[in-house]
């Protein structure tokens, strides 16, 4: 199984609205990304968890709070977005999050906000 | 930090023809991969490739590291080729970011 889930694949929320983002993987690794795409531009880092821990925060604003439950999923939270914020929202894997792993990406949430 | 440019930006092809798309990285790399993100935004990871050559049925790269550039050839095209190819690179100095390329889109048409 080289496969990692999103759920939803689309989602529309209101400005006031709270809403999650949830992925899953279930190949061992023990890295997870969360990636912000644009259309017509290449994904952008947002987080990384390692072993469960958050390694990395690119200085997301805070009305995205990611949440890692356990190895195999990982889940994003969303609280007053604003239109902007609108874009496809990319969970990503690898097997630990050493410089040398390959990335394997799930299909995306369509994220609009109104 | 690195810079990563890819060529050509857009490119038509007809069915059945070949292509070479191109990376260019500006430092010594650790990880370089290629993605196909197709029309409907899955991103596919096709090779994992930081030196020499692989292929994978119609598909082929090969990365140079010393001269910092890698290649992704598509032989026979098919129009489930079509999409964005994004190549993507890291620099262990940088830690676990990969850097993405801005993308060529390719269109394959029947």
């Known amino acids: 199984d080289t496969e990692v889930t999103q759920t939803p694949k689309h989602l529309v929320m209101g400005m006031t609205n709270k809403k999650s983002l949830k992925c899953e993987q279930h190949m061992g690794h023990r890295a997870m990304y969360w990636y912000k795409q644009k259309a017509k531009k290449p994904p952008e880092l947002m987080f990384v968890y390692s072993y469960e821990k958050l390694s990395i925060n690119e200085s997301v604003p805070s009305r995205f709070s990611p949440e890692c439950p356990n190895s195999s999923l990982l889940n994003l939270h969303l609280h007053a977005l604003q239109p902007e914020d609108s874009a496809l929202y990319l969970c990503?894997?690898?097997?630990?999050?050493?410089?040398?792993?390959?990335?394997?990406f799930g299909s995306g949430t369509q994220l609009s906000v109104l | 930090g690195i810079q990563v440019e890819q060529s050509p930006p857009d490119l038509i092809l007809q069915e059945g023809a070949n292509s070479t798309l191109r990376c260019n990285f500006s430092?010594?790399?650790?990880?370089l991969q290629w993605f196909h993100q197709n029309p409907w935004g899955q991103l596919i990871n096709l090779f994992y490739i930081p030196s020499g050559t692989k292929q994978n049925g119609r598909l082929s790269a090969t990365t140079v590291a010393t001269e910092r550039y890698s290649l992704l050839y598509i032989s026979s095209s098919q129009t489930t080729d079509s999409g964005v190819y994004f190549c993507?690179?890291?620099?262990?100095?940088?830690?676990?970011?990969?850097?993405f390329g801005e993308g060529t889109q390719l269109t394959v048409n029947p």
């Open positions: 990503a894997s690898s097997l630990t999050q050493r410089s040398t792993e390959k990335l394997f």
């Open positions: 993507a690179v890291l620099n262990y100095l940088e830690g676990s970011r990969l850097t």
């Open positions: 430092d010594s790399v650790n990880n």
